[in-house]
């Protein structure tokens, strides 16, 4: 194994209105490098509290995160060790994370300059960068808003690459781009972790892509992780009855989806979850103990991991299609 990133029951909380909500409720996961993991769930599940919670923008509540066997903290406004330099997050909005005053050479030279390379070789080296991710040099001497969505996220991880990452945590870095753009990037992005064996973690919303470029895939609802395991056994045969709902709910090539029958009504309120098994209320398998045991996270006979009591530790994955459905009442 080549772990380089591990997440062990962390806990990232916030107060609203005096209350304090639990936006990640005890996460587990495992990077290794060169290697791409998906992390998909509904809006409001808490994908982008994790993603900022591993590189240290958000501090935990509870639990930790390694990095190259070292704890991440939360960032202060100190100089960052530079251990974690290399444990960067790509952004979903690429303008904002880019100085609109000052030219894009500079901005990715700082990043090398940080790192400990003489000023004297920065230069170049941020041409060699800017050429990887598909920019020509004249990029250099450019603004922001002088390029294209895109060109922007190419920028971004241009910067990325400046500080030698050798993990990014990419957080809906293609969504607000266009349809050619968003093949792009991506392709870009696998590319990149399969040549310089960098590991990612990619934050989306979109099933379709995260199924493109993905080796494996974490299923995140309410806080929790509900499934992990290879891209050929979710979307084959998929062992928690959130993540069949997900994959249903794919758009077809005529628009077709099944989300209304397979997952109805919206995530929960995260002040107050549902008690036992937080998918429990919007479950078409849910059994009586749903609504009172918390499930274990276990791992199946296939190495897969999963929350769900319809499933048991060791044992093959039980066939969802084969579980009766409960009426809706």
């Known amino acids: ?26 996460v587990d996961l495992r990077l ?3 290697e791409i993991l998906g992390l998909v769930g509904e809006s409001g599940c808490g ?20 990095f ?3 704890p991440v903290k939360k960032l ?3 100089k960052r060790p530079e251990h974690f330099r290399n444990l960067q997050m790509v952004f979903q909005d690429p303008y904002g994370s880019l100085n609109p005053r000052r030219k894009i050479g500079a901005q990715v030279i700082d990043g090398l300059v940080i790192g400990g390379m003489h000023r004297s070789k920065a230069l170049a080296r941020a041409q060699e960068l800017l050429a990887t991710v598909g920019l020509p040099a004249d990029a250099l ?18 910067r990325a690459l400046a500080a030698s990452a050798s993990v990014l945590i990419a957080d809906e870095p293609i969504s607000a781009l266009d349809t050619s753009s968003q093949a792009q990037v991506s392709n870009l992005l696998v590319n990149l972790v399969h040549e310089l064996s960098v590991g990612m973690v990619f934050i989306s919303h979109d099933l379709s892509i995260v199924r493109r470029i993905s080796d494996r895939v974490a299923v995140m609802y309410l806080g929790k992780i509900v499934e992990t395991g290879t891209v050929e056994q979710i979307w084959e045969s998929p062992a928690h009855p959130y993540t069949k709902a997900l994959i249903a709910a794919i758009p077809h ?4 989806s099944s989300m209304p029958a397979d997952l109805p009504g919206d995530v929960p309120n995260p002040m107050s979850p549902p008690s036992g098994c937080r998918f ?23 190495n897969r991991q999963v929350a769900c009591h319809l499933q048991k530790a060791g044992q093959e994955p039980v066939s969802l299609e084969l579980i009766p459905r409960v009426p809706a009442s």
């Open 1 to 26: 194994m080549n772990e380089i990133l591990s997440v062990d029951d962390l806990v990232v909380e916030y107060n609203r209105d005096g209350t304090k909500v639990r936006a990640v409720a005890g």
């Open 32 to 34: 290794e490098k060169g």
């Open 47 to 66: 994908k982008s509290t994790l993603g900022k919670a591993i590189v240290g923008i958000l501090g935990a509540a509870e639990g930790e995160v390694i």
């Open 68 to 70: 190259d066997g070292l």
């Open 76 to 78: 202060t406004r100190g």
């Open 141 to 158: 001497g450019r603004f922001p808003h002088q390029f294209s969505g895109g060109q922007r996220q190419r920028i971004a991880i241009a």
């Open 253 to 256: 090539a005529d628009g077709r």
């Open 280 to 302: 429990h209320p919007r479950c078409p398998l849910a059994m009586p103990e749903c609504a009172v045991v918390e499930p274990e996270f276990v791992t199946l006979a296939d």
